[in-house]
């Protein structure tokens, strides 16, 4: 399979009024034309706002690898965006937007609760819960009825698996998946004042929601070995490492959040890209021991999350261009992805390509913590759904989420066989 051609002819006039704030048309759809022409004649980019956009793997790898020079925080980047508000406090207080030491005293907490003994104690759990939204979908499809493997399933795992991390209750777990697409929706480069709101009102909504269930929670303790709230609550037992109140509540949502649409379009982009590449879908079913290479293969492909951002601390260079401290630097991780000095024929999709130095996850100290739950969410999904539907196919062209940092699927229309 070639992959789709983009809307609008990429010409060198198109490729030098590039801005990831007025996207050509076309481009979310199918991005990697241009991430293929920019890589290739513009690898550090340099935007309409002074920002900096990079495409090549080499250089986003040393970006990753190099904290003392490219900065996470997010202070000065958002304030502007944001103003000083419910989204500004979150995104600057969470995880992934922060330098040490707040960065390595949340991170450290949280990794003890996804020891590799925690994760595979998950996996008996996760596999009752995939095989109960199986059977729903068995009972929606009778009669030949198309289901939306979005809502009915893809979307469905990461939720329950995080509310269980957490210990919300099942009977209001309703509202996270909203409240998670509405923050991470206000991360996109271009922002419409509605999409401000909502993203606005859905930190202000889930805070309030938390600050019940932590005081629940702090009231009757849980075993912070498999309970992710009671452990950030305790912290770093013994060792006087507690975060602070809004620390804590801020970091609750980013749990949600980095867990809950990136897992999702794993599933989703599985899915549909399986669809479209035959051979490798007839393969995998031929050979299931291959799943977690195809899983690899599916988080190179089509990067669950294809944008991340630092900035300069201090005047350095990237490649033969120069970055001014200060310069606001947008990492392509969906570009890397397909850099062709890495990747042997890149835009071709093969569960069995032998490596897997893929970035989705990131690199360096901001490595994603929850990689390996991701990955076991993705392998036990995809796994037993194959098993359970072989012959399943698209009923109608899937609708893409129309994101461009986070690239997946609002619906999955599907026959099941």
Known sequence: MTPMSPMTPITPTTLDGFDL?????????NPYPWYEALRSQTPVRRMPDGSV???????IEFVYNNPKIFSSDKKQEFLPKFGQSPLYDHHTTSLVFNDPPLHTRVRKILMGALTPKAIHQMEAGLVRLVDGLLDELATDARGGTAVDLISGFASAI??????????VPHNERGPLRDWSLAILGALEPSLSEAQMQRGNSAVTDFLSYLRGLVAQRRAALGDPQTDVLTRLILGEGGTGELLS?????????FILNAGHETTTNLIGNALVTLQHWSDELHRLLAEPHLIDDAIEEMLRFESSNQLGNRRALEDTRLSDTEIPRGTLITLCIGAANRDPEVFEHPEQFRIDRPQHRHLAFGSGIHLCAGMSLARLEGRIALARFLARFPGYRLAAPPIR??????????????FLA
Do not use: M
């Open 245 to 253: 109140e809004e620390e804590l509540l801020q970091n609750c949502i």
């Open 158 to 167: 990461p939720v329950e698996v995080i509310g269980n991390l957490l210990g």
């Open 401 to 414: 989420g129309g994101r461009v940092r986070f690239r997946g699927f609002q619906s999955i229309p599907a």
């Open 53 to 59: 956009f990079l495409t090549r793997y080499r250089d």
């Open 21 to 29: 704030r007025r996207l050509p048309a076309g481009f979310t759809d």
